[in-house]
């Protein structure tokens, strides 16, 4: 085997790994191809014959890859969408996708990457690689040029913000119970069965793209967001259960294509957080098959 040859090998072992840390930071599966991709020629013409720890120097250089590309983003935060939806990691329900778990494991729900995705870019960095990866302070503050303290205070801001998000409720059999109840209620059009599922202070976000900008929307209250049985019996007949990252979810699929993907957040059995993907444009870049129900 070539030197080049040993280092892919190794650089793959490392891959799942990197597109986790990717995921978390850009929210958005084309650009985490796209920095690990980088990493990977940054690493073919690095000198590495000194690295002791490949796996913590190519964190922080995928890490230092997403910093420069969440800093150069400026069409979409120039778009008129008060809504974005990050794209979501879709699976069978059975669960049996290795990829899909690798790169969404610690329960990286949707609720939390919208919530990374209004941080600045060196907040979320601190925060993801120190909270989520445990990588050190003082390999963190070169990265983003500061100091360790400075650093730390960048992950403890993120925090705040993180802990105020609704966590996926823990309770999986729950949330496919729910899931099922909402495909039935919105398939039927039940406007109080619906409303029995959603927590008093429910969100839905709707990301209906910049092509469907009428579609897309925010909605709170659970009496408003049952209001829109209407929109979720459009997509109940072709509703197939799912994984969406990695918890219970659902995918609407019609013959040729997939039209939308539906996450819940859930807080003690009630929806707290509906967040739907239906941007036909970024559906077909996701290139979803019509996973198994």
């Known amino acids: 085997m070539t030197d080049d040859e040993l280092l892919a090998q190794r650089f793959q072992e490392h891959r799942s790994h990197l597109r986790a840390v990717a995921y978390r930071m850009l929210g958005s599966l084309a650009e985490t191809d796209d920095a690990v991709q980088e990493t990977w020629l940054r690493l073919s013409r690095s000198d590495t014959s000194e690295v002791q720890n490949l796996a913590g120097w190519l ?50 729900g ?31 503050a070169p990265i983003v040029g500061k100091s360790g303290a400075a650093t730390r205070q960048l992950a403890s801001r993120a925090r705040r913000k993180v802990d105020a998000a609704p966590a996926p409720d823990p309770d999986l059999a729950r949330q496919r119970e729910v899931v099922e109840a909402w495909v039935a209620a919105s398939h ?82 009630k929806v707290v957080q509906l967040d739907i993907l239906a941007d036909p444009e970024r559906m077909r870049e996701l290139d979803l098959t019509a996973p198994d129900a």
Do not use: W
């Open 59 to 108: 964190t922080t250089v995928v890490g230092r890859v997403c910093l420069d590309m969440l800093r150069s983003r400026t069409s979409r935060r120039e778009d008129p969408l008060d809504v974005y939806v990050p794209d979501p990691v879709v699976s069978s329900i059975s669960g049996t996708d290795p990829e899909a778990e690798a790169l969404v494991t610690d329960a990286v």
């Open 110 to 140: 949707l609720a939390m990457l919208v919530v990374l995705d209004t941080l600045p870019p060196a907040e979320r960095l601190a925060f993801v690689l120190h909270d989520m990866f445990a990588v050190p302070f003082d390999e963190i």
């Open 188 to 269: 039927g059009g039940d406007f109080d069965a619906l409303l029995s599922l959603l927590d008093p202070d429910v969100v839905l976000r709707v990301d209906g793209g910049v092509l469907a900008a009428g579609a897309t929307k925010l909605v709170r209250g659970a009496e408003e967001v049952a209001g829109q049985a209407s929109m979720y019996a459009r997509f109940a007949p072709t509703a197939r259960l799912v994984l969406v990252n990695g918890l219970p979810g659902l995918v609407s699929v019609t013959a040729d294509k997939a039209m939308s993907v539906l996450s819940f957040t859930l807080r003690d059995g």
